[in-house]
């Protein structure tokens, strides 16, 4: 059976775990900066007062004058999803998620560890811990597991049998089938509200009226293909951590930065000369809010170059002075191979010279006795405010 | 955490009725190269007001020096 763990809001908890007493009030994840002023998920509380999500903010506080509105905090909510998923997968699940808050796993290869399918979803929640109220759905196909998942309640197993897959999507509201909200309002003022009305309409038909993702969401009301869990890769525990003394909102100081955490992160041994095939740069800024971009290489890398070039457009995201920034090589590759040059780059013995001294340096000083100095605001009028010592780890 | 360049060290001077230095470290100043001063941050907690001097001591060294108008003490600098 294929089963789905879900935790609504994911964002908002997550956004929400610094500040627990906003959680009992009328509270909404707030539009993240440069995107349409569409408020995210919402407390109990909030919805309680007429609030849904997807609202435009000036409605929402004209529904709900009191509504508090949270700044979203995507790195602590990856990291805390990769927690999740982790502990899942340290209990002998295959996890495949492509949505934060939402995971797949196939429960056939557990069953049998855990004494049946009951005890395995039991073990996934249980694995996730009570705080997230989490919930578990699970069923012959994808979209019905998905289902029984936002139908169960917190802490709840719920599994759907094959052959009442049917009779138990059929009374649940369109909303559940990721179809766009004019889409849906199309349906509705059509007279087609449940999942089951949907699915009772002749699929060429839909199409004709509501394109692909009108045909699509047909197919998700008659059950969803069956297709199957692919449990990711783990993620490479590699990650480096540049900390400013002072907020630093400018580009070529971040860029110089990023060129260090590049140096760094490239040089550590546990990469053991693999190449990298997904970054993820993060950045904690002023006022406690975070930011994170990742990014997928076509041909996997191991050049500080290329991986400068490719992350440093990434900086000029960034909606506010930051604190600290982060690197993460979330994925490697398994080949070590690498394609020996024929000529040497100029300064590439140089280069290997100046390493094996400070390779001395270090062995005979101890850590953190090898630094480089990177000008961070050179233009400062305070001196001690133009460079930074920043230790060398290769 | 990173570590600044160039961080004020703490400076024994004695200064003249007018504020400049008159003894660096016990070593009489002979000159007294250029004066400047430095406000900044003066919208954050932590503002900066520094009356900075240039001097060349009796030993014939140069050393930049500055009064904290904030914490009303003397440092030498160097990279000023």
Redesign the interface.
């Known amino acids: 059976m294929i089963a789905c763990l879900a935790i609504p809001a994911f964002e908002l908890r997550a956004a929400l775990r610094k500040r627990p007493s906003v959680a009992l009030q009328p509270a909404a994840l707030a539009p993240s900066d440069g995107a349409e002023p569409l408020i995210g998920s919402i407390t109990p509380a909030a919805d309680q007062a007429g609030v849904r999500p997807g609202m435009r903010m000036g409605e929402a506080l004209a529904t709900c004058p009191k509504l508090i509105l949270v700044e979203p905090d995507p790195a602590s909510a990856e990291r805390d999803w990769e927690e999740i998923v982790r502990s899942l997968e340290d209990s002998g699940f295959a996890v495949e998620s492509s949505v934060l808050g939402t995971a797949y796993f196939d429960t056939r290869g557990v069953e049998r560890l855990y004494g049946g399918l009951e005890s395995a979803l039991e073990r996934a929640l249980a694995a996730v811990g009570s705080h997230w109220d989490a919930r578990v759905g699970a069923a012959g196909r994808r979209f019905a597991a998905l289902a029984a998942a936002n139908v169960a309640r917190p802490g709840q197993a719920l599994i759907v049998s094959d052959e009442h897959t049917k009779e138990f999507l059929a009374p649940l509201p369109l909303r559940l089938l990721g179809l766009d909200e004019r889409r849906r309002e199309e349906l509705e003022a059509l007279g087609v509200k449940r999942v089951g009305q949907l699915a009772g309409l002749p699929g060429a038909a839909v199409a004709e009226r509501l394109g692909p993702d009108g045909r699509s969401a047909w197919g998700q009301a008659r059950g969803g293909r069956r297709g199957r869990i692919v449990g990711r890769r783990p993620p490479a525990e590699i990650f480096e951590v540049l900390e400013f003394p002072e907020a630093v909102g400018n580009e070529l100081t971040l860029r110089r930065a990023l060129a260090t955490l590049v140096d760094r992160a490239l040089s550590r041994r546990e990469r053991a000369d693999r190449f990298i095939r997904k970054v993820a740069l993060s950045a904690r800024l002023v006022g406690g809010a975070s930011w994170r971009r990742t990014l997928t290489f076509r041909d996997p890398a191991a050049e500080p170059d290329r991986l400068r070039i490719a992350l440093g457009p990434k900086l000029n995201d960034l909606p506010a002075p930051v604190l600290a920034l982060r690197l993460e090589l979330t994925e490697l590759t398994e080949s070590r191979g690498q394609q020996l040059e024929l000529v040497k780059p100029d300064g590439a013995e140089l280069q290997t010279k100046l390493k094996e001294g400070l390779r001395q340096v270090k062995a005979s000083t101890g850590g953190g006795a090898v630094a480089s100095v990177v000008e961070v605001a050179p233009w400062s009028r305070i001196p001690e405010a133009r460079a930074l010592f920043v230790p060398r780890d290769d | 955490?990173?570590?600044?360049?160039?961080?004020?060290r703490a400076a024994l001077v004695e200064p003249r009725a007018d504020g400049a230095p008159r003894l660096v470290n016990r070593l009489t100043v002979e000159l007294i190269r250029e004066e400047w001063r430095?406000v900044?941050?003066w919208w954050t907690e932590d503002p900066?007001n520094r009356r900075y001097f240039d001097v060349v001591l009796e030993s014939g060294q140069n050393v930049v020096v500055f009064h904290d108008d904030e914490h009303g003490r003397w440092f030498s600098?160097?990279?000023?």
């Open positions: 955490m990173l570590k600044p360049l160039n961080e004020p430095v900044d941050r900066v600098q160097r990279g000023a």
